[in-house]
């Protein structure tokens, strides 16, 4: 059986202290905290000291790419601008003791090219390129995740991450999945997961309306089947988010707290076990 590891992205605890969140997820038995992207608004310090109190670790961040923060924005100084974020993510993330980071080339939301696709694709691959080597350094992982076409227009699937992963040609930058977004991009979401194989390293999980796993429509057996089949050791981590049109708004709705933080981690360790 494969060493899964378990983490939820606190993304979706808004209005509450970050220690809380940890101290939660160390309760119900996770393995690591997925933290927001934000450095500047975040004090590394105090987190570090409260996840080694709880005795949990930091399983990745999770960047938040912004208009500003765009890696194939036509502007090279926007491009210029995401790549120090990603470095600033990458001494957050060493800090915490996290292994990666996620990534998606273009802005959040931002659903229409502005330049010719080779263009884009050669601004995607130097920016990470750049990015990568910086966290590589470090020791840092970038994990290229692949966003449904509502929300981004340059990677939906998990095969256009692998060919940007091996465009940029280093060992630290690899793919991600997100079960939410390959509900609506891929054909066959295990096959996906195994034609990926040791390049996958990070795994977002959330039902097909974006609620703890088990309650929307996903069949998680063969995506359980095919992460045990290619060896996946690395973490699932819980990205829950509420069912509006702007699901990022911050709105707080009580269940995304100790209720599906508990039934993520006991529905996926029931599963996992009966692989
Ligand atoms: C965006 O929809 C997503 O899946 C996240 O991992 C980043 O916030
Ligand atoms: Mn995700």
Known sequence: MAKIKYAYNTLVYAGEEIEQGIERLARFGYDGVEFVGEPDKMDAGRIRESLGRHQISASSICAIYTPDRDLVSSRPEIRQNAVRYLKSCVDFAKTLGAQGISVTPTANMKIHAEADAATEWKWAVESLREAG?????HGIRLAVEAWNRYENYLINRLEQSLALVTDVGLPNVGCMGDTYHMNI?????????????DKLFYVHFADSNRAAPGRG????????QALTDIGYEGYISMELLPPFADPFGGVRMEEF????SQESIEYLRKLFQSI
Request: no cysteine.
């Open 257 to 260: 707290y100790d209720r599906y």
């Open 217 to 224: 429509h996903i069949d998680f057996r063969p995506i359980a």
């Open 185 to 197: 991009e891929e054909t066959d979401m295990a096959q996906a997961f195994r034609s990926v194989g």
């Open 133 to 137: 080597s910086y966290a590589g350094e």
